[in-house]
């Protein structure tokens, strides 16, 4: 019996089956994203890189940068804080939803905890413990909301969320990079935004960062004579690193081009697949990721009808 036939359309059954699963499918997924109102900015997200941002990507590359940095913050799952952002004019009901709250603190230690708000109220529970919580409290007239608070170790230490599909809408290539000789830089517009700092860093990585292991980017640099006044765009060094009087050292182009493209990742606004909360009184592209003391009025950057990953 001549099992050719049916060898041919197995063969062609599962060649058909991978291209839709490895090719079509992401394409749907992924390749038809699209900006974004943030919530709560209403901004757009993400926006394009400026035109010098987008030079530095090619000198990022160019150099190896991804060899030793990765663009991709992860998370292990998510969490909710309560936070009391407003007494309203019950204080006594106020105290009994409290009570019920943290049946623990003493009603001495609950007036204390309103006497600055916003306070984070419970930590570190589920969304709908946090949303339960939420209405005891506003049923006595008070304001309370649910902040979404991401977790994991790489949480807040590279960014406040994880990254997701959508931050990479505009680049090309993308450069999630594999590994972490370095720091991750999702972020590290936010993290660090001294334009200054990193252009010391590339020259001398060790006079910015103690124990650094990155190599000398000096090539991107020229040692140029004082003629006049010094240039505005000269480094400020240390005498055992700077030149010799008379000199100064100043950024070429492709320095200036990678730090704006480094002070352009920003990974840090709330979406709809990467929830997170964040300060309503701060603008966009903020890095506040903790109610705890602040002054700002929390609000959830997810809808309340859409729970969190666990």
């Known amino acids: 019996m001549n099992f050719g036939p049916l060898i041919f359309l197995a063969a062609f059954f599962g060649?058909?089956?991978?291209?839709?699963?490895?090719?079509?499918?992401?394409?749907?997924?992924?390749?038809?994203?699209?900006?974004?109102?943030?919530?709560?900015?209403?901004?757009?997200?993400?926006?394009?890189?400026?035109?010098?941002?987008?030079?530095?990507?090619?000198?990022?590359?160019?150099?190896?940068?991804?060899?030793?940095?990765?663009?991709?913050?992860?998370?292990?799952?998510?969490?909710?804080?309560?936070?009391?952002?407003?007494?309203g004019t019950n204080q006594t009901a106020l105290l009994v939803a409290l009570r019920k709250i943290r049946p623990a603190l003493s009603e001495s230690e609950d007036k204390e905890l309103l006497a600055s708000l916003p306070k984070t109220i419970r930590q570190g529970?589920?969304?709908?413990?946090?949303?339960?919580?939420?209405k005891v409290l506003t049923s006595s007239?008070?304001?309370?909301?649910?902040?979404?608070?991401?977790?994991?170790?790489?949480?807040?230490?590279?960014?406040?969320?994880?990254?997701?599909?959508e931050d990479y809408l505009f680049d090309y290539p993308v450069m999630t990079g594999s590994q972490r000789v370095g720091p991750d830089l999702a972020n590290v517009g936010v993290r660090m935004p001294d334009a200054n700092?990193?252009?010391?860093?590339?020259?001398?990585?060790?006079?910015a960062v103690k124990d650094s292991v990155m190599p000398l980017y000096r090539f991107l640099f020229e040692k140029r004579r004082i003629e006049g006044t010094r240039s505005p765009e000269a480094l400020t060094l240390?005498?055992?690193?700077?030149?010799?009087?008379?000199?100064?050292?100043?950024?070429?182009?492709?320095?200036?081009?990678?730090?704006?493209?480094?002070m352009s990742l920003r990974a840090n606004e709330p979406l709809f697949d990467a929830p997170v909360s964040v300060a309503a009184a701060v603008t966009s592209n903020s890095d506040t990721n903790a109610p705890s003391g602040g002054t700002s009025t929390p609000t959830n950057a997810a809808p309340t009808n859409t729970p969190p990953t666990k």
């Open 197 to 207: 700092w990193h252009l010391r860093h590339l020259y001398a990585p060790r006079s």
């Open 125 to 134: 529970v589920t969304k709908e413990e946090a949303d339960a919580a939420v």
């Open 15 to 87: 060649l058909t089956c991978s291209w839709f699963g490895f090719v079509l499918t992401p394409q749907f997924q992924v390749g038809r994203l699209q900006q974004t109102n943030t919530i709560p900015a209403g901004a757009l997200y993400p926006v394009s890189r400026p035109g010098l941002a987008r030079q530095g990507l090619s000198v990022y590359r160019a150099n190896g940068c991804a060899y030793c940095h990765s663009q991709q913050v992860g998370q292990t799952g998510t969490t909710c804080d309560v936070v009391l952002t407003d007494p």
């Open 238 to 262: 240390p005498p055992e690193l700077g030149p010799e009087p008379g000199y100064e050292i100043v950024p070429k182009p492709e320095a200036i081009a990678l730090v704006a493209y480094l």
């Open 141 to 165: 007239s008070a304001k309370a909301t649910t902040w979404i608070v991401p977790v994991g170790p790489d949480i807040p230490r590279w960014g406040i969320r994880r990254t997701v599909a």
